[in-house]
C-alpha cells in the first residue's frame, strides 16, 4: 500500500521555466511533509519541509504548497536550472514528534534543459 | 562537519560472507537510522536508534543485525544474505527522533550492496 505517491516519474522543463512537482499521499495521519533531492551516487538531500498547519513554505527558488483537503502537495522550483536535474523525493511524517519514521514516494526525475 | 560517512561506498559479498557496513556522524545527532532503497523505488526504513537505543525495527530479518557502538556510529552487519537483498543501504541522522520539523534527515551517500 503506497501511503506517497508521486504519479509522474519523469518531468523534463526548459532552464528558467518553473519546475512543478506532485505528490499525494492517503494517510490523513500524516501533519508533516519534506521534500528531497537525490542525485546519483549520492544520498538525499532535505530541501524543504511543511507543516500541516500552514498551506505555503518558500526558501529562495523553492515553495512547497499543501493542500490538506485534497492530500496533496507540490513542489515548485522557479526559476528552474539545470544543476536542479536530480531525483525528487517527496515524504511525510506522522507529526513533528513522531518524526522517526518517514514514508518516501517513488520519486520524480527533474531534467532541466539549458 | 554536517557529514553523514558511509563505508564502503561498494561491497560485493557471496550468501555465505559476513561482512559490516559502517556509518558515522559528528554533528552531535542522537537517532541514526538505516534505510533500504532498491532501484527505482523510494528509500525504506530498516532500522532507528535513538540515544543508541534501538527503537523500531520494521520487521527486517535477522541476517541484518544493528549496532550503534555509540552516539556517532552506526554499523549494520550482514550474515547470509540473498540476492534479493541488493540494493543501496543508505544511513541517516537527526538531531533527536522529533526533529525532523526544522532539519529534516541527513543523509549518507550510500553503501550499493551487491549479493552474488
Known amino acids: 500500500d503506497q501511503q506517497v505517491k508521486q504519479n509522474s516519474p519523469s518531468l523534463s522543463v526548459q532552464e528558467g521555466r518553473i519546475s512543478i512537482l506532485n505528490c499525494d499521499y492517503t494517510?490523513?495521519?500524516?501533519?508533516?511533509f519534506l521534500w528531497y533531492k537525490k542525485y546519483p551516487a549520492e544520498g538525499p538531500t532535505f530541501l524543504i519541509s511543511?507543516?500541516?498547519?500552514?498551506d505555503k513554505n518558500e526558501d529562495g527558488r523553492f515553495t512547497v504548497f499543501l493542500n490538506k483537503s485534497a492530500k496533496h502537495l507540490s513542489l515548485h522550483i522557479v526559476p528552474s536550472q539545470p544543476g536542479d536535474s536530480a531525483v525528487y523525493f517527496c515524504?511525510?511524517?506522522?507529526?513533528?514528534?513522531?518524526?522517526?519514521?518517514?514514508?518516501f514516494g517513488e520519486g520524480t526525475q527533474l531534467t532541466v534543459n539549458p | 562537519d554536517t557529514e553523514v560517512t558511509q563505508t564502503p561506498k561498494h561491497l560485493v559479498m557471496g550468501m555465505t560472507n559476513k561482512k559490516s557496513l559502517k556509518c558515522e556522524q559528528h554533528?552531535?545527532?542522537?537517532?541514526m537510522y538505516w534505510y533500504k532503497q532498491k532501484a527505482k523505488k523510494p528509500p525504506e526504513l530498516m532500522f532507528v536508534?535513538?540515544?543508541?537505543?534501538?527503537?523500531i525495527n520494521e520487521s527486517v530479518p535477522s541476517r541484518f543485525s544493528p549496532e550503534c557502538p555509540n552516539s556517532s556510529l552506526l554499523n549494520l552487519h550482514l550474515h547470509a544474505l540473498q540476492p534479493e537483498d541488493s540494493a543501496l543501504y543508505l544511513c541517516?541522522?537527526?538531531?533527536?527522533?522529533?526533529?525532523?520539523?526544522?532539519?529534516?534527515?541527513?543523509f549518507g551517500s550510500g553503501t550499493r550492496l551487491t549479493v552474488v
Open positions: 541517516a541522522s537527526s538531531q533527536w527522533t522529533g526533529a525532523i520539523s526544522n532539519y529534516g534527515y541527513t
Open positions: 494517510n490523513s495521519m500524516f501533519d508533516y
Open positions: 511543511i507543516s500541516s498547519i500552514k
Open positions: 515524504a511525510a511524517s506522522e507529526g513533528e514528534t513522531s518524526g522517526s519514521r518517514l514514508t
Open positions: 554533528m552531535g545527532h542522537r537517532a
Open positions: 536508534y535513538s540515544y543508541e537505543k534501538l527503537s
